[in-house]
Nanobody, 124 residues
Framework: QVQLVESGGGLVQAGGSLRLSCAAS????????MAWFRQAPGKEREFVAD????????SYRDSVKGRFTISRDNAKNTVYLQMNSLKPEETAVYYC?????????????????WGQGTQVTVSS
């Protein structure tokens, strides 16, 4: 398994930017697909973006395309989520997840390691 710790959340005004980081420990990080999910109050957790082990494949939920960018640095065992033009409805706890088998994708069930989450609050 991979141990994950998110950081970088906070309070930002609508239209602002934040960069989330997810630091991973464990030898399998570089072979893992990584993803970001989020859960807003009273709602189910939803997929935001994922990235393959090499960074060569990335995918996003439609509502964040063009505004969010997922990236990774395998030398630093870290995955990032750059979020621009944030909207109030994107207020949520953002979670980092790892799939050590490298499958990735939008399904939560594909991921076997999760961080504790970091709160992102977007004010209007």
């Amino acid at each position: 398994q991979v141990q994950l710790v998110e950081s970088g959340g906070g309070l930002v005004q609508a239209g602002g930017s934040l960069r989330l980081s997810c630091a991973a420990s464990g030898r399998t990080f570089s072979a893992s697909s990584m993803a970001w999910f989020r859960q807003a109050p009273g709602k189910e957790r939803e997929f935001v973006a994922d990235i393959s082990w090499s960074g060569g494949r990335r995918s996003y939920r439609d509502s964040v395309k063009g505004r969010f960018t997922i990236s990774r640095d395998n030398a630093k065992n870290t995955v990032y989520l750059q979020m621009n033009s944030l909207k109030p409805e994107e207020t949520a706890v953002y979670y980092c997840a790892a799939d050590v088998l490298g499958r990735g994708g939008w399904r939560e069930s594909e991921y076997d390691s999760w961080g504790q989450g970091t709160q992102v609050t977007v004010s209007s």
